[in-house]
């Protein structure tokens, strides 16, 4: 408790210190010192949670309104901090890479770190909050923080005008999510979740279905489910990498965060919460990933293949949900354990990937595929980085993306006595899953096809150079993560068993039977898929090694197979576009795919182009929708006489009467 | 130690199967030409061959080109140790180990498709998005069709699942089918007609061949190898699903029959190579699609019958 605050007041601190008036360098210098002295303190008192130690609880007195403001730190709590602020920490090292040169320069890189700082607080407050309103600041924190964040590049109209995309996505979250707040004080009287909790278990009904809506919606908003996504290609392109990684892979965690902590708070969840949240995590995946193959901008790829994941994820938990509805350990493990890892692998693989992308940035100046090529040759680290991250996310083995696939794929599998027609159905989650599997292959073999294999395909593209260390540190480090988890997932497993102890928690104990065992089998399934795995790279690379002790005749070099044609340039080589230009055909139903061009006429013909682009549906139809909005109001007011005091007072007239019924309604149930 | 006959007997197909393989399928096709055709052997001195012979490498390459085939072939053969061939036992065989094989021969994927795209070619590229779209369209197939037999089975191993499918009360309704759908995964993954055709000579109607088309020497033999190898074991689900004979019981007679079907796969492949052209590019998907559809509508028929539905 003691550490936890000590930890807050630090990062203040830190934050504060940042914006003295001091040279750029030791502005960074003091945030990082503050956030790895903060980081150290949580995870002190977090580590021991995580593993099975006693959940950590404190009250601190606050003034009326608030009242007294309880702080708990249990396993789900712990887990999330137990990554979340190192992986901020290592986001904080890269951006010194990445903001180097504007180190020497006028700009107030203090501020930045600040923020990163106010990022990290915002996780302590998050998950360790058991007040609504000390939860509500620190979403509210992280929100600011990383809009501010994301405008790093303000003087760019349209990284402002992402980040007010942002911005006004994230506060119509937190509308539904002070909404539900709201029903449950109103039926609790506490501000305390604790007490929230003990609402929701006890009152099933048309009410808790509402709130259990309300609050999906808000961290769908946050998390960035599709169809509620359309800030986050935007958001993702225009901020710096590191930001970009850190809302991707941690900050919109929360959501995630929130979604299990409300769900372990309904404890029995009704069984079509379960189903609703498989199809829209479903949904999501499915989108996110058909997105992910149309992007030409590696960043806004790089954001859509988040709202997969977090769908992936979202599967899991649904599952869990469900074993949690029918009082099934066996399911209630697989599930959480399942969406909970796959949070961790996404924060580890997308992070990556995004560092990867961010080194890629900083050496062209562009993340646009076409413009890229050739670059593994170049950048072999930040190669590297990125086909690690890809495998990774396309969750193949022998690398941690598959071992939470592994476990969400058989809770759907599962063995367990359910009804025939609930096993079709998760049957064909699962093939949906496969889907999504085969696209995001699809897509990282397109994206690191295309910018890091072949050759240069623009000369007028800045010759790259390998990133500084401040930046590939931070990349490898990730990428020492993703094989230590692909090749021992038991230790992954052992981060989320307490969360999903916490849910069996709540299972009826069955007599004898031991809610827990569940738990051990898994660890001994995903220790063989472990041992698989390293065989399977130990395998490898006997082949490797074989090939080039018994090599035989030396190899030699050539151009590449021009099919006969003499005269192939770099810039006949397959792009991204054409790539993925007849498998997004087939989904023009979901996805809009624009396509100009002026094709070359006359004899000598001139100026000839052809541009393809992906750009979102959602938002195509959002803006569409207020655009349209916007002019049937104009409309209307013109055709209404501007002076006929008439019209006001009817409308003030109808406006009380439907303030009284509303009144007289509600007056019922709530007394 | 008819467990050990049976395992024995797995590794050894895995390694000399697809050689015969090869050689029945082109046998039956030079049979259907009125040629005699190579002898069954032919490939193995291919694959000789090709292991004597001295790479060349397009000078755009990485190392992970080189690392491609490796990864490729051990990953084909790790999978071929999951997927059943003889009966209701593999030598890899845990709950879910499906997934384990899907994902395996993904990695497979994602490394030729790689290896493709690092010489830079636009055929080669051309090739790596078809491959890479059609496996989306195909790959719930497997999945759904797992699900099928574990349906039917309450089996969650792949052996498990496709051995004992034939004890099941959805057997007799569902054989068809599930043996169409392995069929039609055996021609998208081992890049065969009408999906693919190997024999064609124009890069630009290639999927798997043109993927190819930059490697030479052992790490050509590698890519080859590696596809036979993925062919015998989609045939080898195909004799598990099949195969009359308890294995346990006879494993002799059990891996007699099982080779036998396997053969006959091998002929059937050769025959729909000799009489029916490949598919437009444009209507793959939908071929594919198809063997995802009749999958999905025997899960469900699965389900029905599960649930007491007749």
New interface residues.
Partial sequence: MNALLAAQALLLAGAAACLLPMRNGWRAAVGLASQALAMVLVLAVALPVVFGGAPLEGALAWAYPVGTLKVRLDALGAFFLAWSLPMTLLGSVYAVGYLRRYFGSERHVGVHYALLNMTALSFVLVYTGDHALVFLLGWEIAALAAWLLVIWDYPNQKVRFAGFNYLVSTHIGLIFLVAAFMILYTHSGSWELESFGRWLHDNPGAERNLIFLLLLTSFGLKSAFFPFHSWLPRAHAAAPAHVSALMSGVIHKAGLYALVRFILLIGRPDEWMGWFLIGFSLLSAVIGALYTAGQRDLKRLLGYSSTENVGIAGIGLGVGCLGLAWGNPALTAVGFAGGLLHVLNHAFFKCQLFYAGGSVYQATHTVDMEKLGGLARLMPWTALAFVLGGVAMSALPPLNGFTSEFLIYSGLFNGQAIAAWAKVALAGTAAGLAFVGAVSALSITRAFGVVFLGAPRDTSVEKPQEVSRWMLAPTLLHAVGLVALGVAPALGLALVEGSASLALAGLPAGGAVDVHQPLRELSATLSRIGGISAALALGIAALWWLRSRLGGPQSSQHVTWGCGYTAPNTRMQYTGSSFSWDFSQRFRGVMVLLRRQHAPQGFFPKDAYLISDCVDAVERRLFSVINHGDESATDLSRRLKEDDPRLAFAAALAAIVLIAGLVVLSAGPLR | MSVVILLAAHVLAVLLMPILMVGLVNRTKSWWGGRRGPKLSQSYWDLVRL??????????T?P?F??GA??V???S??AAQIAPMFGALAP?Q???DF??F???L??A??FL??SA??????????G???E??F??FI??????L???A??GT???SFAGAIGQFQGSAAYPWLVVPAGVVLFVLLQAEAARVPVDDPLTHL?LTMIHEVMV??HS??ELA?MQYAAAVKMTMYAGLIAALLNPVDTMADPVLGVAMSVLLMAAVAVAVGCVESLVARLRMRLV?RYLMLA?GL??VS??V???I???GA
């Fill in positions: 292991l004597r012979k001295q790479p060349v490498f397009s000078s755009v990485t992970l080189r690392a490796w990864v072939l051990a990953s053969l790790l890899l845990f709950s879910h997934i384990v899907a994902y395996v993904g990695l994927r994602i498709m790689l795209m690092d010489v830079g070619s636009s055929f080669e590229g051309m790596t998005a078809r890479a779209s496996t989306a790959e719930p197939a497997l999945f759904l797992v699900g099928t574990a349906l309450a089996q969650t890069e088309l930059d020497g052992p590698a998907p995802t999958a999905a899960l469900g699965a389900g029905w599960a649930g007491g």
